[in-house]
């Protein structure tokens, strides 16, 4: 007999369950799921898809009265990069954003308030790239197209 749906009723969901989703990315990844990375597991990917600095997340954890230290965060970011659970996008010199979409897409990048927004990967296309030197070979192209909101003072 083939049974469709949960097989008890009790069992628990993700309300009753919060760290469900951190925990289970945090084990695919081969990351040791410590007390930090769950609770930054779950402000990150318990949303849908996010753009987030160190600075805003670590406002996010202390308005949620956990304490992590901004040295803590930049690690855990980049630990989570390292293992494919966010990509880094750099947007000027000592100026990253870290992405929970890790699927293949590019961005635009507001010059005026510093927000990101995806744009499908298949919405740009790329006539040629340059050949990679002979020691190496191309891991990603990451496409930022820099934006400056249209407003009446501009427009002549």
């Known amino acids: 007999m083939t049974h469709i749906g949960p097989m008890n009723d009790a069992t628990p969901d993700n309300r009753e369950r919060p ?14 799921p410590t007390r930090q990375r769950l609770a ?3 402000l990150l990917f318990d949303a849908d898809d996010r753009h987030v600095t160190a600075e805003q997340l670590h406002a996010d954890v202390t308005a949620e009265g956990i304490k992590v230290s901004l040295a803590t ?7 989570f ?13 000592g100026r ?11 961005h ?12 499908p990967g298949d919405q740009v ?12 070979e191309v891991a990603r192209i990451d496409v ?9 003072n501009h427009s002549q």
């Open 125 to 136: 296309t790329l006539a040629a790239i340059p050949e990679a030197p002979a020691d190496a």
């Open 81 to 93: 990069t390292e293992s494919g659970l966010l990509r880094e996008v750099v947007v000027a010199p």
């Open 96 to 106: 990253s954003y870290f992405d929970t979409n890790v699927e293949d897409h590019h």
């Open 108 to 119: 635009f990048f507001y010059e005026d308030d510093g927000s990101l927004q995806d744009i």
């Open 73 to 79: 965060i930049y690690n855990t970011l980049n630990q």
């Open 40 to 42: 930054l597991g779950k």
């Open 144 to 152: 930022i197209v820099r934006l400056r909101r249209a407003n009446e």
């Open 19 to 32: 760290y469900a989703d951190a925990l289970r990315r945090l084990k695919e990844a081969g990351l040791r």
